[in-house]
């Protein structure tokens, strides 16, 4: 615990008020120690945002463009 307060201290240059003692309370912790099966709505809601920027960089890309230019006029030329 004392190099933590040295660390500190020498990073923010300000010294403790007064001693810092770990008590029981530190160790509960604000998480539950029970595991629950639950869903992730905001993992799955940052792969959809992962997702989402990749196909946006990937069509704009000169590759990308040049596919759905492909798959765009292939559809078009067989409309007789």
């Known amino acids: 615990m004392q190099s933590h307060q040295l660390l500190l201290c020498s990073i923010a240059g300000i010294m403790p008020a007064s001693s810092a003692a770990v008590e029981e309370q530190d160790f509960i912790g604000p998480l539950s120690s029970e595991l629950t099966h639950e869903p992730d709505y905001l993992l799955a809601l940052s792969w ?12 704009r890309s000169t590759t990308g463009r040049r596919v759905w230019n492909t798959l765009t006029n292939h559809a078009h030329l067989h409309i007789d």
């Open 48 to 59: 959809l945002f992962v997702i989402a920027c990749a196909v946006i960089a990937g069509l």
